[in-house]
Nanobody
Framework: QVQLVESGGGLVQAGESLRISCSASGSIFSINSMDWYRQAPGKRRDLVAAITSGGSTYYSDSVKGRFTISRDNAKNTVYLQMNSLKPEDTGVYIC??????????????WGQGTQVTVSS
């Protein structure tokens, strides 16, 4: 079994910064991509940022230039540095990891999420 645990969420004011992290533990063979999704109340879960094992990154247009995703492969941890936060960034930030098992099959795991609230 694999567990993903997010941390670092909280309440900040618009314009401030916050860093959240997600650590994977358990029977990890190989992690391909690690991603951050955001789900606001009453809205669908949207991909915010992603990073591959080789360090290639993706950002949604809404966060490009403000958010930075990074990962520490030795610690099986992904980070999301969020700068110049806006009220519309409010939501539950959920970590996802795409992993390859020892049987060469792909698996997708999700964390429970961490709440980020940005006040105006």
């Amino acid at each position: 079994q694999v567990q993903l645990v997010e941390s670092g969420g909280g309440l900040v004011q618009a314009g401030e910064s916050l860093r959240i992290s997600c650590s994977a533990s358990g029977s990890i063979f190989s992690i391909n991509s690690m991603d951050w999704y955001r789900q606001a109340p009453g809205k669908r879960r949207d991909l915010v940022a992603a990073i591959t094992s080789g360090g290639s990154t993706y950002y949604s247009d809404s966060v490009k230039g403000r958010f930075t995703i990074s990962r520490d492969n030795a610690k099986n941890t992904v980070y999301l540095q969020m700068n110049s936060l806006k009220p519309e960034d409010t939501g539950v930030y959920i970590c996802n990891a795409e992993m390859r098992g020892a049987n060469d099959r792909m698996y997708s795991y999700w964390g429970q999420g961490t709440q980020v609230t940005v006040s105006s």
